[in-house]
């Protein structure tokens, strides 16, 4: 579904294209002949002038996008950066513009792009698309048990299909919920083994998530090898 509905992006590249070449020729096409009648000369200067006002107003219409645009994307100028890095935003990102402070969640992926290499895995919390979950994952690109479930079936439907894969693909949201809720450190450790998980991420929007469960016990059996602004991380050890 989603290389169905991309490909309007090369639709429009190869149609600016052409637009450019076809343009050409249109103006071409209202160049007089050499032996022609003086009110048909002036009907055809008449029909390019209209024409080409068309064209510029179709333009300047256009024009308008990147502009108002980028002032509506950047919520008025007031919240974004002028940047090309595309952390940057979770520096200063509060709510109402984000479900909450994303600063903790800035220097922890910060740290862990500086500190893991490789591709261990890590576990966070499983929400909604379209939202802030699955965060640490997409910043970092180190793979976790489950990011977005609809973009994750998306990409996945023949797989599922196949034996008991889809049974696997339900249970992992469930299964993420037990790590992080379950009071027993034998349950959490088999089904970190059983993902083999490396790092497990507990912040802001963890805690959100589960506001019942102790998300401090985990220092009893695992190690914590990162802690600052709300955030924990903690490694698995290796046996």
């Known amino acids: 579904m989603n290389t169905v509905f991309k490909f309007y992006f090369q639709a429009w590249a190869l149609l600016s294209i052409t637009s450019g070449a076809g343009l050409y020729f249109i103006l071409e096409s209202f ?17 390019e002038g209209i024409w080409i006002a068309g064209l510029l107003l179709l333009l300047l219409a256009s024009a ?16 974004r950066t002028n940047s090309l890095d595309g952390i940057d935003y979770l520096q200063s990102c ?6 909450y402070d994303t600063a903790g969640d800035y220097t922890a992926i910060r740290w862990l792009n500086s500190h893991v290499s490789g591709d261990p895995v890590i576990v966070e919390a499983v929400g909604d698309d379209y939202s802030s979950y699955a965060r640490i994952s997409a910043f970092t690109g180190l793979p976790t048990p489950m990011g977005w479930v609809g973009h994750e079936y998306q990409w996945r439907v ?39 998980v490396q790092y497990l991420y507990v912040g802001l929007l963890e805690q959100m998530k589960y506001p019942k469960a102790n998300l401090q016990r985990f220092s009893a059996f695992l190690h914590v090898v990162y802690s600052a602004h709300g955030v924990t991380i903690y490694q698995v050890p290796v046996s």
């Open 158 to 196: 023949n797989w599922l299909n196949k034996g008991l894969n889809a049974v696997d693909f339900d249970s992992r949201k469930s299964d993420v919920d037990t790590i992080y809720t379950d009071p027993h450190s034998s349950v959490v450790m088999n089904l970190l083994a059983r993902y083999q």
């Open 94 to 99: 509060k709510v109402p513009d984000c479900d």
């Open 64 to 79: 308008v996008y990147p502009l108002v645009g980028t002032y509506a994307r950047t919520n008025h100028y007031a919240q």
């Open 31 to 47: 160049r007089p002949q050499a032996a022609v009648a003086r009110g048909q000369l002036w009907l055809q200067r008449g029909v």
